[in-house]
């Protein structure tokens, strides 16, 4: 069998930083430019697109709340499903951070009182087919997905789990011996303590979107925690979404009896979340093993019901979102000081994402390439955005848009994402029609009320003694340290087996 | 089950498109989709070469492709280790007609550049005598010269015209076998590709290289020095092997890659950026009988040229077992591998099967072992090929130590496992299992049209049939139990190993005043 080959993407990261939507495809037909200024490319016809209308899942409202979406696809004998469920980490318990990622684990490792988590992987392999769950932020999910012809079986096992977990103990270690394991290894990747740290400046140590599970947190959670966390989120509004090769009428009466049979939901809880921006000045780690510095600039960002967020895309496409930006022209292509830089201004569905721009160089040019990444960054603010630079934008965001559908999978995520957050069905195309109206001069007023680089925080993270010149030299104030030690749990705790010593 | 620990070389759309028998409804499922295949398959060889193949999927209005060249770091010649993709790097810097106001004076100035590249390079290599003072001088020569060429650039414009055009995933990847570059696009755009990567293949430009070069260098660092595991495999492969090229940094050595030159770049192109070299592939909403006379039109601009010559290395039979400890501020990992043989190999499903049995899930031998029922490890496994699979490789364990566990004891608990596999058969049901599971993975692979482009062309390239990607199942069909204790007692020997761990040590004190805080 051909193999995992060795590969070098030429930019595994920031294709496309900016986490705004981008989508469904207009022609761009080239003006009509005098003959002699016609570049070569601009003289083959782009013809009309095939026509292309998505197709759409069946929903069905049952009349406890519960909302089921059927997505038809018959290429492949598979058939696969999840379940959305209200509620994730940021709604977990501070003193037992890390709750939900062992939920995730131990759900479907100890399988349900018929039928054990490890018979149950030797029934689902031997059929090549799968049960997972999940913890994440705002939400769990159980996810199935098997041959047409097991379809029957592996619902029945799925919706059982749903239904009648049997959480043990044992799997429940297996869970916090994995966790300890990522929590003792966690700064041993420049990458991953820059992310991390660079998120706990946006919104606190604390906060419920940073704060991180320790050895004494996931030590201190118990099966009674993992059975009390399924009880209460299990009764939330369910979202379903199942794709596939099957009969239409016949997996609706199924899943109307299934799901149909449980209780009214309840509303998910409101939450009240502050968030105030970022200290600004410069934080910094030291780390001695490395030969280049991850700097993050980060600032708070917003959510999607912002009507900004379109232009703020358009404003992330020329900021940072993909070759011809202006971060990219300047720092890698034009400097070359960074292989990895990019970024732009966040949007998440219900709560402020983040301003993240990210540049890695060598600890010699630390300082210079934070400072041209800066000054790209401020540019938005004195160098006002030219049609080209618009037009630029606009063609690869819109151009690119049919991406977000092209496949029957995607449109039903889509779907299933926006009756989770509350959005209308028809976010995408309301969001491509602004897109589409976004001038210079909006670009312009969002980058004014949005961008204020004297208010951004920073962090190195990089080797000290070779980042000459120093810090200092950024004149953004003394460097903050920020002390990145694995806090070792008090002696008696649960935690397992932690690492004896930490730097 | 993905690794949380290691960036371990995944198997992607290709790779999972191995397998053998199991329940009826997939072989009837596979026959289906091998014949439907055929039908909606056109491969043509064009003059110069270069093979094309497109293959009609009208799910959306969009299409994928890819562009795979058979040839990578491993032909990398001496001295210019990461060559192949610095190369890869410069296929994004445009033509003579993308990405410059005036090619011909463009060339010129990038003529002067290699000129005062090769008089710095001169004095720099100087083993005695060199005149700091004149390297200065001839330093700020090459700067000049570049200066004066780059006034003739339209940066990135190659990458522009693509993604205002729509390009989603636009990437390339270099592979110690193989180069390969890769997007998708809305369908109308299929004439704007096949201007764009055919002018990219056959008028590559040598612009910017020396910016790119630091760009690269700058690669180097993220993946491999300030990276544990990185570090890890560097070293892991250098120790393994003592003759071929999959012992050599795939991305370079600083002092090598730091140092290549534009010219060189273009002579590794010359040689192996060749149409007999070349298959590209397309997937999507096309049609064979239009696009393939488009494509012919513009793929014919790719030089004619013979195949390049097969590498003589072979990597001598290993003497003695070999083992490399790195002392690191990072927590302890231990990785060992033994050479096998290359894909062509009549055995090369067998060593799948053992890796799906060892490796596969939460039913692998090796998590249940060392992860559920020792409780020493996070993740335990085994793969293969690795680094490549063209020439003869490596089956490589892992183990990530739960706290307070050492690489020793995932040594010992991995060669209780290989014992196991050499003394006796594995269940039917294990084997029965692995090849269901590589059946149904090779039909889900069918559904995604970059990675069908991807698994397509390389099939192509690497059996002259892209076919093979179904047929490969027959020999998957064929492992019995016997040939994988064959294999296992052949390959898993002692004087055929190399290990390497990390093993946490504090940070060593870099010489410095700072009063470090250990």
């Known amino acids: 069998m051909m193999s995992p080959l060795k590969r070098i993407p030429l930019r595994a990261r920031f294709v496309r930083t900016s986490s705004l939507l981008a989508v469904v495809s207009t022609l761009l037909i080239p003006a009509a430019l005098p003959a002699q200024q016609q570049k070569p490319w601009e003289k083959i016809p782009i013809p009309a697109l095939h026509e292309f209308k998505p197709q759409q899942p069946k929903r069905i409202d049952l009349k406890n709340g519960i909302v089921i979406f059927l997505q038809e696809d018959h290429e492949l004998p598979f058939v696969s499903g999840s379940i959305l469920i209200p509620g994730g980490s940021r709604d977990e318990d501070a003193s037992k951070a890390g709750l939900i990622g062992l939920y995730g684990q131990a759900w479907r490792t100890s399988g349900t009182a018929k039928m054990n988590g490890d018979q149950l992987d030797d029934l689902l392999e031997s059929k090549a087919a799968h049960i997972e769950t999940e913890g994440s932020e705002d939400s769990t999910s159980l996810a199935w997905d098997s041959l047409k012809a097991d379809a029957d079986q592996v619902f029945s096992l799925a919706f059982d789990l749903l239904l009648h977990p049997s959480f043990s103990a044992e799997k429940l270690q297996l869970a916090q011996q994995q966790e300890a394991t990522g929590i003792v290894r966690r700064n041993d990747d420049e990458g991953e303590i820059a992310e991390r740290e660079s998120a706990k400046l946006v919104y606190g140590a604390n906060s419920p979107y940073t704060r991180q599970p320790e050895l004494s947190t996931i030590g201190a959670v118990s099966v009674a925690d993992l059975k009390a966390w399924h009880d209460s989120t299990i009764g939330g509004k369910l979202i379903i979404g199942i794709s596939g090769d099957f009969d239409p009428v016949a997996m609706e009466a199924k899943m109307r009896t299934a799901f149909g049979a449980l209780p009214p939901v309840k509303p998910t809880p409101a939450r009240h979340d502050v968030f105030p921006p970022p200290k600004p000045g410069v934080s910094f780690i030291n780390k001695e093993d490395v030969n280049q510095s991850n700097v993050e600039i980060v600032g708070l960002g917003t959510d999607r019901h912002n009507p900004d967020v379109p232009t703020l895309a358009v404003m992330n496409e020329i900021l940072g979102g993909g070759f011809a930006s202006r971060l990219f022209q300047k720092v890698r292509t034009e400097l070359g000081l960074a292989y990895a830089v990019g970024g732009g201004f966040g949007a998440a569905y219900d709560h402020p994402a983040t301003f993240r721009v990210e540049v890695l160089t060598k600890s010699a040019s630390t300082v210079d390439a934070t400072k041209a990444t800066l000054a790209e960054i401020e540019s938005l603010n004195n160098r006002p955005v030219t049609e080209e630079e618009l037009k630029r934008a606009k063609d690869s965001i819109l151009n690119s848009f049919l991406f977000r559908y092209d496949t029957r999978d995607k449109v039903l995520a889509e779907r299933v994402r926006l009756e989770f957050y509350g959005y209308p069905a028809d976010y995408l195309e309301t969001y491509k029609a602004n897109l589409e109206k976004v001038t210079a001069k909006d670009v312009d007023a969002v980058a004014k009320k949005y961008i204020h680089a004297d208010k951004l925080a920073l962090l190195v993270v990089g080797n000290g003694p070779e980042i000459k010149p120093p810090l200092e030299d950024l004149s953004l104030g003394a460097p903050r340290p920020v002390d990145i030690t694995i806090p070792q749990p008090s002696k008696g705790s649960g935690a397992p087996g932690a690492a004896e010593k930490e730097q | 089950m993905q690794s949380r620990f290691l960036p371990w070389p995944r198997v992607g759309a290709v790779a999972l498109m191995a397998a053998v028998l199991a329940g009826t409804g997939l072989n009837s499922a596979l026959a289906q989709d091998l014949k439907s295949f055929e039908q909606r398959i056109t491969t043509k ?327 559920r029922d020792q409780q020493i490890a996070a993740e335990a496994a085994g793969v293969s090929p690795y680094p490549g699979d063209k020439y003869p490789s490596l089956f490589v364990f892992f183990a990530v130590p739960l706290p307070g566990h050492m690489p020793a004891e995932m040594a010992a608990s991995i060669h209780k496992e290989i014992d196991k596999l050499r003394t006796t058969d594995v269940t039917d049901e294990e084997l029965a299992m692995y090849k269901t599971r590589q059946r149904a993975d090779l039909l889900r692979g069918l559904a995604d049209n970059q990675g069908l482009a991807n698994a397509l062309a390389e099939y192509q390239t690497r059996y002259g049939d892209w076919r093979e990607l179904f047929k490969q199942l027959d020999r998957v069909d064929k492992v019995t139990k016997a040939d994988i204790r064959r294999v296992a007692n052949q390959v898993f020997v002692t004087g055929n190993r190399t290990t390497a761990s990390i093993e946490t040590a504090p940070p060593a004190a870099p010489e410095k005043k700072d009063g470090d805080a250990r």
Not at chain 2, 158 to 168: D, K, L, V
Not at chain 2, 227 to 247: C, D, I, K, M, S
Request: net charge negative.
């Open chain 2, 45 to 371: 060889v064009l003059p110069n070469g270069l093979t094309l193949i497109v293959c009609e999927r009208p799910e959306a209005p969009v299409f994928s492709y890819s562009t795979f060249i058979d040839a990578g770091d491993v032909n990398d010649p001496s001295g210019e280790s990461g060559l192949a993709h610095m190369f890869e790097h410069l296929a994004f810097k445009g033509t003579s007609e993308i990405g410059t106001t005036d090619y011909a004076a463009e060339k010129v100035a990038l003529a002067k550049v290699e000129t005062a590249n090769d008089a710095y390079e001169a004095e720099y290599l100087k083993p005695v005598g060199r005149d700091p003072q004149k390297l200065a001088a001839l330093k700020k020569a090459v700067q000049d010269d570049e200066a004066e060429a780059h006034k003739y650039v339209v940066p990135n414009q190659f990458t522009e015209i693509a993604q205002r055009n729509g390009a989603e995933g636009l990437n390339a990847e270099t592979g110690l076998d193989n180069t390969m570059y890769y997007w998708s696009m809305p369908e109308n755009r299929l004439e704007l590709w096949a201007y764009l990567e055919s002018g990219r293949l056959a008028d590559t430009v040598p612009r910017e290289f020396y910016k790119e070069r630091d760009v690269v260098m700058e690669e180097r660092r993220m993946r491999t020095d300030s990276n544990p595991e990185g570090r890890l495999f560097e070293q892991f492969l250098a120790t393994a092997y003592v003759a071929h090229n999959y012992g050599r940094s795939s991305i370079g050595w600083p002092s090598e890659v730091s140092q290549i030159t534009a010219t060189e770049a273009m002579n590794f192109h010359k040689k192996y950026y060749v149409g007999s070299n070349v298959v590209v592939s397309v997937v999507g909403d096309v049609k064979a009988s239009e696009a393939m006379p488009l494509l012919e039109k513009y793929f014919s601009r790719v030089p004619a040229g013979p195949k390049p010559e097969e590498m003589t290395t072979v990597e001598p039979k290993q003497f003695a077992e070999k083992s490399i400890t790195i002392h690191d501020p990072s927590q302890p990992i231990y990785m060992e591998g033994y050479h096998r043989p290359d894909y062509r190999d009549p055995d090369d499903a067998v060593y799948d099967a053992i890796s799906d049995i060892l490796s596969n899930g939460r039913v692998s031998r090796m998590y249940r072992s060392l992860v």
